[in-house]
């Protein structure tokens, strides 16, 4: 089967502009997360969708960090106006149900990064 | 909450040699223990997980975890290093509570350096 599926895979920007990442999950998995991995730690999630509606979204800088999934299945994450502390690598991924004990298999990421 | 803690940052083995990651958590609930593996350039793989049935875990690539309760840890193995498993390592919780967003919580990362 396909797996998650993200682009643009790398993005270079100026502080201030704003960019746009896009996440397909794998076809039927009902939720999605947006994690970002900043160099040398771990992917924090930033926000989670079961089927289009917001589970959490606790960890979103809701100031300049925006995210959708209108229709239930791929998602568009936004930075608007990027600043230089969000070059990271913004990683999606997907499970088929919601469930601590849910697998939840990753795409390659979009790499960021803001000069 | 939950938290995880790597307890070694970076961890060098040679070729052929054993390969011990640890991981140690804390959690509210009864967790979902996970390790995933991150190549270079590549996105983060699924190595192995718990989910409160048999306490070892065995993985892809020869892995294997053991989920010990009383030491609230979840210590990654491989009997024999192969030199195309340098790569960083996560080890992972997620609770059970099912009252909120089940996000998974990731540690800092092992870097797992093979010597030839």
């Known amino acids: 089967e396909a797996g998650v599926a993200q682009s643009p895979r790398y993005k270079i920007i100026e502080k201030r502009q704003s960019v746009a990442f896009w996440c397909n999950p794998i076809s039927g998995h009902a939720t999605l997360y947006w994690y970002q991995q900043i160099l040398g730690q771990g992917p924090k999630l930033l926000i989670q969708?079961?089927?289009?509606?917001?589970?959490?979204d606790s960890q979103l800088p809701k100031d300049r960090f925006s995210a959708e999934r209108l229709k239930g299945v791929d998602s568009t994450l936004k930075i608007q106006p990027a600043k230089l502390e969000d070059s990271a690598v913004y990683l999606c991924?997907?499970?088929?149900?919601?469930?601590?004990?849910?697998?939840?298999?990753f795409g390659p990421g979009t790499r960021l990064l803001v000069l | 909450a939950q938290s995880v803690t790597q307890l070694d940052s970076h961890v060098s083995v040679s070729e052929g040699t054993p390969v011990l990651l640890r991981c140690n958590y804390s959690?509210?609930?009864?967790?979902?223990l996970f390790w995933y593996v991150q190549h270079p350039n590549k996105g983060l793989q699924l190595l192995l997980k718990?989910?409160?049935?048999?306490?070892l875990v065995k993985g892809i690539n020869g892995f294997e975890a053991e989920f010990k309760k009383s030491e609230t840890s979840f210590h990654l193995t491989k009997p024999s290093a192969h030199m195309s498993d340098a790569a960083e390592y996560f080890c992972?919780?997620?609770?059970?509570?099912?009252?909120?967003?089940?996000?998974?919580?990731f540690g800092k990362g092992t870097h797992l350096i093979i010597q030839p």
């Open positions: 959690s509210s609930y009864s967790p979902s």
């Open positions: 969708f079961q089927n289009n509606g917001v589970v959490d």
């Open positions: 718990y989910t409160s049935a048999a306490t």
């Open positions: 991924a997907s499970s088929l149900e919601w469930g601590g004990s849910e697998t939840q298999y």
């Open positions: 992972v919780v997620s609770d059970l509570s099912g009252g909120g967003a089940d996000g998974l919580t």
